[in-house]
C-alpha cells in the first residue's frame, strides 16, 4: 500500500508532539518542587538544558543511528540521515504510512529530549555544570540511542518480538536503572541534605498535573494517527495513573496513618509510566490493575535502594524503572489478542522478559 498523507493523522501526531514537549517543563516543575529550596533553579536548569542538547544531537545523526537501516541488529546506519537528510514532507511506510517523515522526526525527538531529563532527579545536589552537559551527550549517544533502535529501529530486539508501545522500555527502564547507576556512582549527599522536606509541594502538583496532561500525548501518540489503537491509548493512560494514585494513598496510609500529598503524586507519576509500554495493547479494566500493581511495586522498592546504599534523590528508579519494568512484563499477562501481532501468553511474557533484562 502507497504511503499517503492523512491530514487527520499528522494533525494529531503534531498535536502530541507539542505535549510531549510541554512534558520537559512539567518535569521541571516537579523536581524543582522536591528538592530542596536551594536546589530549584539548578535541577530545573538541568531538565531544560536536555531541551537544548539533544535537540542538536538528534539532528546531528542520533535520529539515524536509532531509525537509519540496522547494522547488524545493534544500531542504525549513522550516514542514512544525518543532518536530516531525507527527512522530509513524504512519508515513511516503515515507521508511519500517515504522516510526513518530518513529523515522526519530531516526535520522536521529544522522548529523546525528556528521557535524561528524567535521570536528573536522582542526584540532585552531586553533579552540576560541564559534567553534567558530558553526562547528557554520551547517555543520549550510548544508552538512549542504541536501545532505541535494538527495539523501535529494526534491532535485534525488535525482530525477536519485544514491543514497547510508547517507551516503557526504552525511555523509562533505561533511564531509571541508569538513575540507580549513577546515585551509586555519585555516592550519598550529605545527610542533613537528604533530611530536607520538598521545597514547594504546589510546585509538585502543577508538575504532576501538567506531566499527566502530557502523558496522553506521549502514549496516544504511539498510535502514530487518530485511531483505534490511539483511543485505548489515551483512556488507558489515565485509568492507569488514577489506580496508581490510590494504591500508593492506600498503602502509605497503612504504613503511616496519614498519607501525604507529594506521595500521591509520585504514585500517580509511577502509574502514568507503568501504563507507558502497554498503553495500546491491553483493554481498559487491564490498565486499572496495571496501574495498581506498578504503584505496589514501586512504592516497596524503595527496599532495594536501602539494602544497596543508594541515595536516589527523587525516587526515579523507583518510579520510572520499577513502573517500566513491571508494564512492559504486564503485556505478555494482559495483551489483547492481534494487536500489532501480539497476544497474552507465556511466550509473549518470555519475550517481554528478555526484552526488560538485556
Same mark, same amino acid.
Given at each position: 500500500?502507497?504511503?499517503?498523507?492523512?491530514?487527520?493523522?499528522?494533525?494529531?501526531?503534531?498535536?502530541?508532539?507539542?505535549?510531549?514537549?510541554?512534558?520537559?517543563?512539567?518535569?521541571?516543575?516537579?523536581?524543582?518542587?522536591?528538592?530542596?529550596?536551594?536546589?530549584?533553579?539548578?535541577?530545573?536548569?538541568?531538565?531544560?538544558?536536555?531541551?537544548?542538547?539533544?535537540?542538536?544531537?538528534?539532528?546531528?545523526?542520533?535520529?539515524?543511528?536509532?531509525?537509519?537501516?540496522?547494522?547488524?541488529?545493534?544500531?542504525?546506519?549513522?550516514?542514512?540521515?544525518?543532518?536530516?537528510?531525507?527527512?522530509?514532507?513524504?512519508?515513511?511506510?516503515?515507521?508511519?504510512?500517515?504522516?510526513?517523515?518530518?513529523?515522526?522526526?519530531?516526535?520522536?525527538?521529544?522522548?529523546?529530549?525528556?528521557?535524561?531529563?528524567?535521570?536528573?532527579?536522582?542526584?540532585?545536589?552531586?553533579?552540576?555544570?560541564?559534567?553534567?552537559?558530558?553526562?547528557?551527550?554520551?547517555?543520549?549517544?550510548?544508552?538512549?540511542?542504541?536501545?532505541?533502535?535494538?527495539?523501535?529501529?529494526?534491532?535485534?530486539?525488535?525482530?525477536?518480538? =519485544?514491543?514497547?508501545?510508547?517507551?516503557?522500555?526504552?525511555?523509562?527502564?533505561?533511564?531509571?536503572?541508569?538513575?540507580?547507576?549513577?546515585?551509586?556512582?555519585?555516592?550519598?549527599?550529605?545527610?542533613?541534605?537528604?533530611? %530536607?522536606?520538598?521545597?514547594?509541594?504546589?510546585?509538585?502538583? %502543577?508538575?504532576?498535573?501538567?506531566?499527566?496532561?502530557?502523558?496522553?500525548?506521549?502514549?496516544?501518540?504511539?498510535?502514530?494517527?487518530?485511531?483505534?489503537?490511539?483511543?485505548?491509548?489515551?483512556?488507558?493512560?489515565?485509568?492507569?495513573?488514577?489506580?496508581?494514585?490510590?494504591?500508593?494513598?492506600?498503602?502509605?496510609?497503612?504504613?503511616?496513618?496519614?498519607?501525604?500529598?507529594?506521595?500521591?503524586? %509520585?504514585?500517580? =507519576?509511577?502509574?502514568?509510566?507503568?501504563?507507558?509500554?502497554?498503553?495500546?495493547?491491553?483493554?481498559?479494566?487491564?490498565?486499572?490493575?496495571?496501574?495498581?500493581?506498578?504503584?505496589?511495586?514501586?512504592?516497596?522498592?524503595?527496599?532495594?535502594?536501602?539494602?544497596?546504599?543508594?541515595?536516589?534523590?527523587?525516587?526515579?528508579?523507583?518510579?520510572?524503572?520499577?513502573?517500566?519494568?513491571?508494564?512492559?512484563?504486564?503485556?505478555?499477562?494482559?495483551?489483547?489478542?492481534?494487536?500489532?501481532?501480539?497476544?497474552?501468553?507465556?511466550?509473549?511474557?518470555?519475550?517481554?522478559?528478555?526484552?526488560?533484562?538485556?
Amino acid at each position: 500500500m502507497q504511503p499517503t498523507i492523512d491530514s487527520g493523522d499528522t494533525a494529531f501526531l503534531m498535536m502530541c508532539t507539542a505535549m510531549v514537549l510541554l512534558m520537559t517543563p512539567a518535569l521541571a516543575f516537579f523536581y524543582g518542587g522536591l528538592v530542596r529550596r536551594r536546589d530549584i533553579l539548578s535541577i530545573m536548569m538541568q531538565t531544560y538544558i536536555c531541551l537544548g542538547l539533544v535537540a542538536v544531537i538528534w539532528v546531528l545523526g542520533g535520529f539515524s543511528l536509532v531509525f537509519g537501516p540496522d547494522i547488524g541488529g545493534v544500531i542504525g546506519n549513522p550516514i542514512t540521515y544525518f543532518g536530516m537528510h531525507g527527512v522530509g514532507g513524504a512519508p515513511n511506510a516503515k515507521f508511519a504510512a500517515t504522516v510526513p517523515f518530518i513529523m515522526f522526526f519530531a516526535y520522536q525527538m521529544m522522548f529523546a529530549i525528556i528521557t535524561p531529563g528524567l535521570i536528573t532527579g536522582a542526584f540532585t545536589s552531586r553533579f552540576k555544570g560541564a559534567p553534567y552537559m558530558w553526562f547528557v551527550v554520551l547517555w543520549t549517544l550510548f544508552i538512549y540511542v542504541p536501545v532505541a533502535h535494538w527495539i523501535w529501529g529494526g534491532g535485534f530486539l525488535g525482530k525477536l518480538g =519485544v514491543v514497547d508501545f510508547a517507551g516503557g522500555i526504552v525511555i523509562h527502564v533505561t533511564a531509571g536503572l541508569s538513575a540507580l547507576t549513577t546515585a551509586k556512582f555519585l555516592g550519598a549527599r550529605r545527610k542533613e541534605n537528604r533530611e %530536607v522536606p520538598a521545597a514547594n509541594i504546589p510546585l509538585v502538583a %502543577v508538575g504532576a498535573g501538567l506531566l499527566w496532561f502530557g502523558w496522553f500525548g506521549f502514549n496516544a501518540g504511539g498510535a502514530y494517527g487518530a485511531n483505534e489503537l490511539a483511543a485505548y491509548a489515551f483512556l488507558n493512560t489515565t485509568l492507569s495513573g488514577s489506580a496508581a494514585l490510590l494504591a500508593w494513598l492506600f498503602w502509605q496510609w497503612r504504613e503511616t496513618g496519614r498519607p501525604s500529598f507529594s506521595g500521591i503524586l %509520585v504514585g500517580s =507519576v509511577a502509574g502514568l509510566a507503568t501504563i507507558t509500554p502497554a498503553a495500546g495493547y491491553v483493554e481498559p479494566w487491564a490498565a486499572l490493575i496495571i496501574g495498581a500493581t506498578g504503584a505496589t511495586a514501586c512504592y516497596f522498592a524503595r527496599g532495594i535502594q536501602r539494602r544497596l546504599k543508594i541515595d536516589d534523590a527523587l525516587e526515579v528508579f523507583r518510579a520510572h524503572g520499577v513502573g517500566g519494568i513491571t508494564g512492559a512484563l504486564m503485556i505478555g499477562i494482559f495483551a489483547r489478542k492481534g494487536v500489532d501481532g501480539i497476544s497474552a501468553g507465556v511466550d509473549e511474557f518470555l519475550i517481554q522478559l528478555l526484552g526488560v533484562v538485556v
